[in-house]
């Protein structure tokens, strides 16, 4: 009679844990963007913007500009240069550039993070290699650029922000199409 009671016991609470579990998968990711919008990490952006250019030459802005490959991504992947200073309110642009060292095509996207977090809603981008994916041939090597504007309604402390984009392959899931060379009349 004792072991049937520490048996239910035992499962009643490998049962809890495993609600438990289930509960906080279900809770992480919301957990997860109040605990980066606390800390002021990963700063998502928005998408496309088109708004008034008003230039605020009373002030400048250190712009940042880092790149990173996921892990498994072979591509060379960099910014043309490591920083820019800019106006708030004026258009920008930087050049990323990006190689496929493989023998084979290859599907890749960007994903970007603005660095202070809550400084995102202010940076936007009006042309983005973000918005698309981009699909390499062997040893093909395209510059692609982006195009943005630091709102003029950021903050006066900010004077640094940090514009990173993280590459991913996704070959996988989107295959990239190949031309048929061989195609006849």
């Given amino acids: 009679m004792a072991d049937s009671i520490s048996l239910k016991k035992l499962v009643t609470r490998l049962l809890l844990v495993v609600a438990s579990m289930f509960v906080f998968g279900f809770v992480l990711v919301p957990i997860y ?19 008034e250019q008003v ?10 500009f ?12 960099y ?3 490591d920083d820019m200073v800019i106006n708030p309110g004026a258009v920008n ?12 095509p290859m599907s890749a996207q960007a994903i970007p993070s603005i660095s202070p977090g809550d400084s995102a809603v202010y940076f936007h981008k009006t042309e ?8 390499l041939q062997p040893g093909e090597r395209i510059e692609m650029p ?7 309604e950021i ?18 899931r989107h295959p990239p199409v190949v031309a048929n060379t061989n195609a006849g009349p």
């Fill in 146 to 152: 982006v195009r943005f504007i630091v709102d003029r």
């Fill in 33 to 51: 963007d109040v605990m980066c919008k606390a800390f002021g990490i990963n700063g998502k952006t928005a998408g496309q913007y088109e708004g």
């Fill in 66 to 77: 880092l790149s990173t490959n996921a892990v498994d991504m072979v591509w060379e992947f």
């Fill in 155 to 172: 903050s006066k402390d900010v004077k640094h922000l940090t514009l990173a984009y993280t590459l991913f392959d996704i070959t996988a």
């Fill in 79 to 81: 910014p043309k240069a």
């Fill in 128 to 135: 983005c290699f973000c918005f698309t994916q981009q699909v």
């Fill in 93 to 104: 642009e930087m050049i990323f550039v990006a190689r496929n060292p493989t023998d084979h």
């Fill in 55 to 64: 230039v605020d030459t009373s002030r400048q802005i250190r712009v940042q």
